[in-house]
């Protein structure tokens, strides 16, 4: 079964960090490009960024570009996103998913393969 499990979800202050992972099980995830979304109460899902299999290319959303940080590890099956400058409208549900897609970021529609998410809040 072709899973994904996202960790590193919790409340933290404005200003603050965290380094969210999306661990792979049941498949590997070189061959998949991986993207990240974010959804609050009483919005869209939100696309935040995408990482292709080399790592060459990564997409961010305007409102996250020189904060957050997409990376990938091949060898742990796991895809980080370091997110720093935390704000308030940062807090979402974020969830991860993957594509068997080779040299670019794929459309929402092309994921075939979701996480069940991990709660950010982001407050004083």
């Known amino acids: 079964q072709l899973q994904l499990v996202e960790s590193g979800g919790g409340l933290v202050q404005p200003g603050g960090s965290l380094r969210l992972s999306c661990a792979a099980s049941g498949f590997t995830l070189d061959y998949y490009a991986i993207g990240w979304f974010r959804q609050a109460p009483g919005k869209e899902r939100e696309g935040v960024t995408c990482?292709?299999?080399?790592?060459?290319?990564?997409n961010y959303a305007d409102s996250v570009k020189g904060r957050f940080t997409v990376s990938r590890d091949n060898a742990k099956n796991t895809v980080y996103l370091q997110m720093n400058s935390l704000k308030p409208e940062d807090t979402a549900v974020y969830s991860c998913a993957a594509a068997p897609m080779w040299g670019r970021c794929p459309k929402p529609t092309e994921y075939s393969v979701w996480g069940q998410g991990t709660q950010v809040t982001v407050s004083s």
């Open positions: 990482i292709i299999r080399s790592g060459d290319t990564t």
